[in-house]
């Protein structure tokens, strides 16, 4: 069984998520209007279903994940040398360094078994 915690939404969280929303179902429908006036045909049903599914998929995405439009200001709950599982992946690593930036903390993460280290908010982590 999946369970998802959903993040409480403030103004900030509401207002990000309907514009990236909008931002998605307009980029499909730009996209699929070039390329309808290129092949000589727009079907305007198909236009309207891929946008809707497109947008409906961003909207699913970012309540399970955090916004990078919204400040994050939960302070670093972790250190160097912790290790720590990625959420959406499952993966393992160990912290190489925490960052504090404009949108909140991050963190380097060494994958288990990789020499690279990918950056993660502190919020994707376990």
Do not use: K
């Not at 309808?36 to 995405?61: F, H, N, S």
């Amino acid at each position: 069984m999946c369970t998802t915690t959903i993040p409480t939404a403030t103004g900030d969280t509401v207002a990000a998520l309907i514009d990236r929303v909008a931002r998605t179902f307009g980029q499909v429908v730009a996209a699929t209007i070039v390329a309808g006036i290129a092949w000589g045909d727009i079907r305007w049903a198909d236009l309207l279903v891929q946008a809707t599914v497109a947008a409906l998929g961003t909207l699913l995405i970012d309540l399970t994940s955090t916004l990078p439009e919204v400040p994050n200001d939960v302070p670093a709950p972790l250190e160097r040398a912790h290790h720590v599982t990625v959420r959406l992946t499952s993966q393992g690593g160990t912290i190489s360094y925490t960052e504090q930036r404009d949108d909140g903390w991050h963190c380097g993460v060494q994958l288990d078994g990789s020499d690279l280290v990918t950056m993660y908010r502190t919020n994707d982590l376990t």
